[in-house]
């Protein structure tokens, strides 16, 4: 055996031993420095084959500097150079590197001069801090000594804090700037380890220290302070060498499908309402939460011991509080101990007073402390109540002092119905966030209603919210609508008692606190018949009038509506939900208006309101009339007067044409388009156009199928371009063309059971499926049958629904597709003899099942 190979074997083999050892006594700090002997030895064992040049040093970086090693990080070396490198230099440097390579060991490595090493530390802050740790394994120790000597002298630790506060602040931007993501990043997410790294950096260059025993007796940091990083920072030390040796690779993320086996590995057990990796995840957020707290009160101590202020005379704001050099200040340090309602008027200076920049470091640290006077004393003096209430009513700093308050653990504690909410997960496949970060994102959507800089984003939301008066009760009604997530049964009922009884306690009037109650109560109602309901038939509006009630709810819950969906993930709103919230609030209110609920009546206004569209675009009645004689009373029932006036003036000369004809427009603002398809009737139709457009990655939003007196299909299609970079999103009138030609070709037979399939689905829809529901019942009249189910996204669903509908000689009438995140909860009108027999029924239900149940889409 080669002497690599060798070596490679002896490195092996100590590592194992070392993981053996750390999976009796879980010491990570040890596993750590133990590996990075193990390094230490290796490389000095490989110098012996493959030297250095002359005089030249070799030096860790990075963690491996400090002397922590993970599993499957990268080795990160600097070979230091007395003078540029000659040809032979050259040589023996590529010559170590393939070693190190060889022996297992992956290098991350830069090669320079002292002097270029400086010239990098001076333009990049990644190289300053990697530099910073540097350690010395072999070679010159006076040339690394003089490099590190250099690099001292020229730092500037004001200009190194500012850098690295403004890297840190990057790094959250990009990482979507919440602790509280499903997949959070250990390394890099804030609240992680490197939240924790980045104090130290900054400490050491200010010369406090190079370890929290160090900054602590600089007294930066309380011992409780210590003793919190300390055991949060071993905590998420285990958990990255728990993820590279369940992975076999430097994967510093909690992924969906390694979350379950790594409760299992913590002992994690379920229970009748939560995953054990629920209960995992929210032991991390916990975690996440303690070292953002932590970082925002040493980051700012940091600063003020690094930018001292220059004497001037504070401002008094009262006598608890002052505004000492643009910042909140206590006046005496146990303000909060002596009156603990001060907590809440502190966050009411921070709201009020314009020119402060934030909290003095000792008084964002006594707030925080101060967490533990919240109790039920506190919670029940009128006082305390009254000011929480005021925090809600101010002008602006809402969602700041929100956020702050549950950092700092001072919601959780004023309102412990939340602290069970917080950092708990969502496996729904719908919800991109924790239900306490949904919950402080659906507050920000509200207050970004009352702001002109966002009017354009959604014009009639903020329309609305103008003219709502007592606009923070919405603000009350968010806090409280997913409150009860998690505990089993209805969460909408559930919040709604909580609500309630926070009302109550808080005073609230009557009216108020019924509005609050209603709007949990019911905050899935709207979203629910919008995306689900037929909206031109009027029975639907009549029945949502009746849950609504007045305008005044209307438009709350309207206004609660979008901002809910809009917080549950980056991918889930679009125009298209917009435009149907938008379309069911201006139906309910003009029946509102009416109180009236006559189909006929209904049917006359809307032919009413299409006639006139139609004559301001030039056609003649007799057209129209002509046109109309071939469509029934359940088209004009089924489509608004703008789409009526669109399908006449877009077939009224050519009601009989043997070619299919295909046209598009748009509906709502950008990605969503409505496509006509008209053409003679003909078996298979549905089942064309559903192949033409997942073959296009196009996805169905709604379907009207309509066939006319004399034997021509009307089709009406809502469709979303794909997200990504396709050629119909450059140039959406290709449909009209791709459709007709894909519409004249002759279908293949139907044998969707001999399917190959490939899995497509999302990580978190493989590692929490939603287990398929199919109901399929008569409708009201008894004419036709609803098919309503539930099931996990994928692509081509609905053109393997498609397929089952054909092979069973069913025909759809309609579909209304919503698709929330990775979850579709779709209801489809169908018809057909096939459908009288009991037999028959079963047989579609089963097919529909197991359509739903395939894992993937045809290859």
């Known amino acids: 055996m080669s002497f690599l190979a060798q070596l490679r074997d002896r490195i092996t083999g100590r590592r194992a031993r070392a993981y053996e050892r750390f999976r009796q006594d879980l010491h990570c700090d040890r596993l750590l420095k133990s590996l990075c002997q193990i390094c230490d030895q290796g490389l000095r064992e490989l110098l012996d084959r493959y030297p250095l040049p002359h005089q030249a040093s070799l030096a860790a970086l990075g963690g491996y500097g400090r002397g922590e090693l993970y599993p499957h990080s990268d080795v990160d070396l600097l070979i230091l150079l007395q ?39 001076s333009q990049d802050i990644t190289t300053e801090t990697a530099m910073l740790e540097s350690r010395w394994l072999a070679g010159s120790r006076l040339l690394l000594r003089h490099a590190q000597q250099q690099l001292q002298s020229q730092m500037d ?56 025993v160090d900054v602590a007796q600089s007294e930066l940091l309380t011992q409780p302070e210590l003793k919190a990083l300390q055991r949060v920072e071993e905590a998420f030390k285990r958990l990255r060498i728990e993820l590279h040796l369940l992975t076999g690779r430097a994967e510093d993320r909690l992924l969906f499908d390694l979350q379950p086996r790594l409760a299992e590995i913590y002992g994690f057990q379920p229970t009748a309402t939560r995953r054990a990796s629920e209960l995992l995840m929210q032991r991390y957020y916990w975690a996440a939460k303690i070292v953002s707290q932590l970082n925002l009160i040493l980051m700012r101590s940091i600063e003020e011991h690094l930018f001292p202020q220059t004497d001037q005379a504070p401002q ?111 496996h729904d496949l719908f919800h991109a966030y924790t239900v306490d970060e949904h919950t402080l994102k659906v507050i920000r959507n509200l207050r970004r209603f009352t702001m002109a800089e966002h009017s354009e984003e959604l014009s009639m939301a903020n329309q609305l919210m103008s003219s709502f008066d007592r606009h923070w009760l919405l603000y009350i009604a968010a806090l409280f609508h997913d409150i009860a997530k998690g505990r089993g049964g209805n969460h909408s009922e559930l919040g709604a008692q909580d609500a309630l009884a926070f009302c109550q306690d808080h005073g609230l009037m009557p009216v108020d606190a019924e509005l609050v109650v209603f709007l949990v109560r019911e905050h899935l109602s709207m979203s629910q018949v919008a995306q689900k309901r037929d909206l031109s038939d009027p029975h639907v509006i009549f029945q949502f009038l009746q849950t609504v009630g007045t305008e005044r709810r209307l438009t709350a819950l309207y206004l609660l509506t979008v901002a809910d969906i809009r917080a549950t993930s980056p991918t889930v709103w679009n125009s298209w939900k917009g435009k149907l919230l938008e379309d069911l609030y201006n139906l309910t209110l003009a029946a509102l208006g009416r109180q009236a609920k006559d189909g006929v009546s209904v049917l006359d206004q809307r032919k009413r309101d299409a006639a006139g569209e139609i004559r301001m675009a030039g056609l003649l009645d007799d057209a129209r009339e002509d046109f109309w004689q071939w469509l029934d009373k359940p088209y004009f029932l089924r489509h608004d007067a703008s789409e009526i006036a669109w399908h006449t003036i877009q077939l009224y000369h050519q009601a009989h044409s043997l070619t299919p004809i295909v046209r598009i427009r748009p509906a709502g603002q950008t990605d969503a388009l409505q496509v006509l398809v008209y053409t003679k009737d003909a078996s298979g ?18 379907a009207r199928i309509y066939t006319t007196r004399h034997g021509w299909a009307l089709d009406s299609f809502i469709v979303m371009l794909p997200a990504y970079d396709h050629a119909l999103r450059r140039d959406p009138l290709l449909i009209e063309t791709e459709l007709c030609q894909a519409l ?116």
């Open 685 to 702: 139709l549905f089942l064309r156009i559903c192949r033409y457009f997942d073959s296009q990655a196009v996805s169905i939003q709604d």
């Open 316 to 426: 008094i704001l009262d006598p608890h509080f002052q505004i000492h050099h643009g910042q909140l200040e206590l006046r005496q340090p146990d303000g909060f101990e002596r009156d603990p309602s001060q907590i809440f008027v502190a966050m009411l200076h921070l709201q009020q007073q314009p020119n402060l920049r934030g909290l003095k470091a000792d008084t964002l640290r006594a707030l925080w402390h101060a967490r533990r006077l919240i109790d039920a004393k506190f919670r029940t003096e009128p006082r305390n109540r009254r000011l929480f209430l005021e925090i809600l009513q101010q002008n602006k700093g809402i969602v700041h002092t929100l956020r702050l308050m549950n950092l700092l653990n001072l919601l959780p504690r004023y309102l412990p119905v939340f602290r069970r909410v917080v950092g708990q997960m969502q």
């Open 157 to 212: 630790p004001q200009a190194f804090f500012l850098a690295k506060q403004a890297e840190q602040q990057q790094r959250h931007a990009h990482l979507q700037d919440t602790p509280y993501s499903l997949e959070p990043n250990c390394k890099e997410s804030p609240g992680a380890l490197r939240d924790l790294q980045v104090l130290l950096w900054m400490a050491r260059a200010a010369g406090l220290g190079r370890t929290w």
């Open 83 to 121: 003078r540029e490198p000659n040809a032979q230099d050259i040589d023996r440097i590529q010559a170590l590197i393939a070693a190190l390579w060889d022996i297992g060991l992956a290098p991350s490595h830069n090669v320079a001069t002292a002097a270029q090493c400086l010239e990098q530390a």
């Open 744 to 859: 004249e070709q002759d279908l293949p037979p139907i044998e969707y059971t001999n399917y190959h399939y490939r899995d497509v689905r999302s990580r978190r829809a493989r590692v929490f499926p939603i287990q398929p529901t199919v109901d399929l019942r008569p409708d009201d009249k008894g004419q036709d049958w609803i098919l309503t189910l539930s099931a996990t996204d994928r692509r081509g669903l609905l053109y393997s629904l498609a397929q089952v509908f054909e092979h069973h000689d069913v025909r759809l009438r309609s579909a209304k597709v919503m698709t929330l995140g990775d979850r579709v909860e779709d209801v489809f009108i169908l018809s057909g003899a096939a459908l009288e027999q009991n037999r028959n029924q079963l047989r579609l239900e089963r097919d529909v099942r197991l359509a739903l149940s395939q894992q993937a889409t045809p290859s």
